[in-house]
């Protein structure tokens, strides 16, 4: 049996850091996707009376998205790069995404080249919810490159401190603002997840074994959230008054709605801010009334949204209390 010294016995991979550009980006929590792949092209050739000759060669490569979880202990340039996604700038990273050992140490790198979000997913937030929250980044990448460090490169990819920040932030730990209803809102149970995407277009050029990804137009999602039905009065008469029954012909006299989303650590204290614009009500549904349940009623508020953006305010504390 090999010692527990030997640099090739094998790891469990349950540390994971983000880096861009050369510079650290932050841990993370899950990784998935990044494989390469090729299309297996098929040739057959028939010249008279002989059997069918096939032959066949590869295709052109293709990596697929990188799907990354990631909480609190993710750093500036990370939330720099959802900020100008969420702006419509087109950033582009080089980047690795570094596996740590159970001691911290580096044991295998993925490499991967002009990176662009694609998609960014704002997770589910619930007043009842104690558990940590994380934001998901699909990125679609041009190139992937694995490898893996058996020696170890001795480099050490993160520290308790950044472990314990990582789920500094929880689902109930949030606050929920929308213009000209600032004492309705005080209650917000619950906001659904809702994700931005960006559409992405493959430009095939000669010369060039794969393709070059270029963004196009971003959708901006639906945002939902519930309030209990003792404050849902303003919403309803809001949208009786002004928007789907009596609809107004002269569009200036219709003011958009505005509002934010703040994310709140264990130490009470602002992280980051997603505040969204150009909204309005588009349907309120009550919840099913039953007479078994001893739940509070709420109602569920749906607005359109037309853009939204990302505003990263400081470091979470470092704390899981």
């Known amino acids: 049996m090999p010692p527990v010294t030997n640099p ?12 861009l550009d050369g510079a650290d980006a932050g841990l993370l929590r899950s990784i998935e996707g990044g494989n390469a792949r090729t299309d297996v092209m098929t040739y057959n050739i028939n010249g008279g009376p002989a059997p069918t000759v096939r032959w066949r060669q590869l295709g052109k490569p293709k990596f697929e998205d990188i799907k990354i979880q990631a909480g609190m202990a993710a750093s500036k340039p990370f939330f720099d790069w959802i900020a100008d996604f969420m702006a419509g700038k087109a950033t582009r990273h080089d980047g690795a995404i570094i596996a740590g050992d159970f001691y911290y140490k580096e044991r295998a790198r993925r490499e991967f080249t002009a990176a662009l979000i694609k998609e960014f997913t704002f ?7 104690k558990s940590p929250a994380f934001l998901t980044v699909a990125l679609t990448v041009e190139n992937v490159k694995f490898s893996t460090t058996t020696q170890g490169s001795g480099a050490t990819v993160l520290d308790q401190k950044r472990m314990e920040s990582q789920k500094a932030w929880k689902s109930c730990n949030f606050r929920f603002t ?12 619950k906001v659904d997840s809702f994700t931005v995407k960006q559409n992405i277009v493959e430009y095939h050029q000669g010369g060039i074994l794969a393709p070059t990804k270029t963004p196009t137009t971003i959708d901006t999602p639906n945002l939902t959230f519930y309030v209990p039905e003792a404050d849902a009065q303003p919403f309803i008469d809001h949208f009786t008054n002004d928007n789907a029954i009596a609809i107004k012909n002269d569009v200036k006299n219709k003011s958009a709605l505005h509002g934010s989303i703040t994310a709140i650590d264990n130490a009470l204290k602002d992280v980051f801010e997603v505040s969204f614009l150009g909204c309005d009500i588009f349907s309120i549904t009550p919840d099913r009334s039953d007479s078994t349940t001893e739940e509070i009623k709420l109602v569920k508020i749906e607005l359109y949204v037309e853009s939204m953006a990302f505003k990263w305010i400081q470091n979470p504390s470092p704390t899981t209390a």
């Not at 997770?123 to 919810?129: E, G, Q, R, T, V």
């Not at 213009?179 to 005080?186: A, I, K, M, P, T």
């Open 8 to 19: 090739n016995r094998t790891y469990s991979a349950a540390h994971f850091v983000l880096a």
């Open 123 to 129: 997770p589910k937030l619930d007043a009842n919810d």
């Open 178 to 189: 929308l213009s000209g209803f600032e004492d309705s809102v005080r209650r917000v149970v």
